[in-house]
């Protein structure tokens, strides 16, 4: 099944053509034609899926028809509202717009809050079709009337049980008392808790059930691996485990944004290369943190969940629970930052005594134990038999991995190339990235078909972009 068949305009497949996506995405194959028939849609897939494209390619071809190039505000008024929780993930969205919305006259312009009101004011005086905002900016944009929603036509939900867990609701039912009645309205979650059914019952009319992941259903491709270990000893076994391993990119979880500061500053003691991402730093530290990551100037990135919410980071081989989170989804969305693009992730829990339980509740939620790994010893203990290093300092250690030979220029290079992956085993619906891409027998253009048109896709042409492996890689449900 390719973008061409799901009747999207040559001006969004020229730029789908550029981004190097070959054929659409499970959740794309799911929802284009819905969305496309002015449905409204209620989507369950995690980030990694595609999702975005999933609504932002139907949202521009609808809104294509009445583009143009006039300069006049009053010709550009906002008819897509896009919300969601945090302001990595707008901004993420709203990049995913203009990406595919290249060869378009839309505009589309993103507000969110931490950082000066004053330009976002003057972009949505200026006239755009499509904005990108988190609940609380916008409101404070309602207050100051330089926002107009009155003829807003789509809304769309992003990662809606975040936006719940974070307390948005009642932020987010007074921008809807804001849009006219008639309009689509796109609700995609990762879960679908009891809440936000509620929601979407108040919301959604006659929706079109879309989903790719099984209900609260962690990506197969992942490892879940634990280590029993006192929380004083933690962050000796992180450091172990991060030079020992030689972990060049990895995200670090932690519960509060103290600990997020303080382990930081530990791993930078340990002679690791970190930075962190929470709700407390400023919108442009945030942005930094996470551009250095994703460059690979920094290895380890510890955050909270709510900082880390929706990060599109590619070909993450590693994520590290430095304490478990209260809530079992939080575990789920935690790790469903490794194993894309079809590469084998690991979920690497420091479990002390008093999380045993949270650990019943991620078991119970995921239907099976995590591996018990038997701890190496530590930096002050003796050395494992099975280690080359026991996380001890190095005198003449450069500012990333004592392990590391390379110098800093190439260890640099190294990140921006994926780590050398184990192949991924064929998963339940026998969605194989290790196989050359087969297409699917059903050429049904129905979303029915969908279940089986996700098979994995091998990139031709090195402009290719990989699949993330999140893409149908779980047996999908029939819609
Ligand atoms: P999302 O779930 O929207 O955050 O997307 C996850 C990643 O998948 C992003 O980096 C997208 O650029 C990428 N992506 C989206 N659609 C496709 C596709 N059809 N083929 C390959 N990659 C895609």
């Given at each position: 099944m390719s973008f061409e068949s799901l009747g999207l305009?040559?001006?969004?497949?020229?730029?789908?053509?550029?981004?190097?996506?070959?054929?659409?995405?499970?959740?794309?194959?799911?929802?284009?034609?819905?969305?496309?028939?002015?449905?409204?849609?209620?989507?369950?897939?995690?980030?990694?899926?595609?999702?975005?494209?999933?609504?932002?390619?139907?949202?521009?071809?609808?809104?294509?028809?009445?583009?143009?190039?006039?300069?006049?505000?009053?010709?550009?008024?906002?008819?897509?509202?896009?919300?969601?929780p945090t302001r990595e993930l707008a901004a993420q969205v709203e990049e995913s717009v203009r990406t595919y919305g290249k060869y378009l006259m839309l505009r589309s312009t993103v507000v969110f809050g931490g950082v000066d009101i004053i330009p976002q004011i003057k972009a949505l005086r200026a006239g755009i079709e499509i904005l990108v905002a988190t609940p609380g900016r916008l409101l404070?944009?309602?207050?100051?009337?330089?926002?107009?929603?009155?003829?807003?036509?789509?809304?769309?939900?992003?990662?809606?049980?975040?936006?719940?867990?974070?307390?948005?609701?009642?932020?987010?039912?007074?921008?809807?008392?804001?849009?006219?009645?008639?309009?689509?309205?796109?609700?995609?979650?990762?879960?679908?808790?009891?809440e936000i059914k509620r929601l979407a019952n108040q919301l959604l009319r006659s929706p079109v059930s879309v989903e790719v992941a099984r209900r609260n259903a962690p990506a197969d491709l992942v490892t879940h691996q634990m280590y029993e270990v006192e929380a004083s000893h933690k962050r000796a076994l992180l450091t172990h485990l991060i030079k020992s391993r030689d972990m060049h990119q990895v995200l670090v979880f932690v519960r509060t944004?103290?600990?997020?500061?303080?382990?930081?500053?530990?791993?930078?003691?340990?002679?690791?290369?970190?930075?962190?991402?929470?709700?407390?730093?400023?919108?442009?530290?945030?942005?930094?943190?996470?551009?250095?990551?994703?460059?690979?100037?920094?290895?380890?990135?510890?955050?909270?969940?709510?900082?880390?919410?929706?990060?599109?980071?590619?070909?993450?081989?590693?994520?590290?629970?430095?304490?478990?989170?209260?809530a079992a989804e939080?575990?789920?969305?935690?790790?469903?930052?490794?194993?894309?693009?079809?590469?084998?992730?690991?979920?690497?829990?420091?479990?002390?005594?008093?999380?045993?339980?949270?650990?019943?509740?991620?078991?119970?939620?995921?239907?099976?134990?995590?591996?018990?790994?038997?701890?190496?010893?530590?930096a002050g203990e003796r050395k494992s038999a099975g280690h080359g290093h026991d996380g001890h300092r190095s005198k003449t250690a450069t500012p990333r991995h004592t392990t590391s030979h390379a110098p800093a220029s190439a260890h640099a290079k190294a990140h921006a190339k994926p780590h050398p992956k184990a192949p991924a085993k064929p998963l339940p619906g026998g969605f194989d990235f290790s196989k050359p891409y087969e297409p699917a027998p059903a050429s049904a253009a129905s979303t029915a078909a969908a279940d089986h048109a996700g098979h994995g896709?091998?990139?031709?042409?090195?402009?290719?972009?990989?699949?993330?492996?999140?893409?149908g890689g779980l047996a999908a449900k029939k819609s």
């Open positions: 305009m040559p001006e969004l497949l020229r730029a789908i053509a550029d981004q190097g996506y070959t054929e659409p995405s499970p959740i794309q194959l799911k929802a284009i034609p819905p969305v496309l028939a002015r449905q409204d849609i209620m989507a369950c897939a995690q980030t990694g899926t595609g999702k975005t494209a999933g609504f932002a390619l139907p949202i521009l071809q609808m809104l294509a028809p009445q583009q143009n190039a006039s300069p006049s505000p009053a010709r550009h008024s906002i008819r897509a509202l896009i919300l969601t404070d944009h309602v207050q100051q009337k330089t926002v107009n929603l009155a003829r807003v036509e789509i809304l769309v939900l992003d990662e809606a049980d975040r936006m719940l867990d974070m307390g948005f609701m009642p932020d987010i039912k007074r921008i809807i008392a804001l849009l006219p009645a008639q309009r689509q309205n796109l609700l995609f979650s990762a879960t679908f808790s009891d944004k103290r600990d997020a500061n303080r382990l930081m500053r530990e791993l930078v003691r340990d002679d690791i290369a970190a930075t962190a991402i929470h709700s407390d730093r400023t919108q442009g530290e945030r942005m930094k943190a996470l551009e250095d990551f994703k460059q690979g100037t920094v290895n380890v990135l510890v955050a909270t969940d709510i900082a880390a919410r929706g990060l599109d980071i590619e070909l993450l081989p590693f994520v590290i629970n430095y304490e478990l989170p209260y939080d575990y789920i969305h935690r790790i469903g930052r490794t194993g894309r693009a079809g590469s084998t992730g690991e979920a690497i829990s420091l479990v002390c005594g008093d999380e045993q339980r949270m650990l019943d509740e991620i078991e119970r939620e995921l239907k099976r134990k995590l591996e018990r790994l038997p701890l190496p010893a530590l896709q091998r990139h031709t042409k090195s402009r290719r972009r990989p699949t993330a492996a999140l893409l």
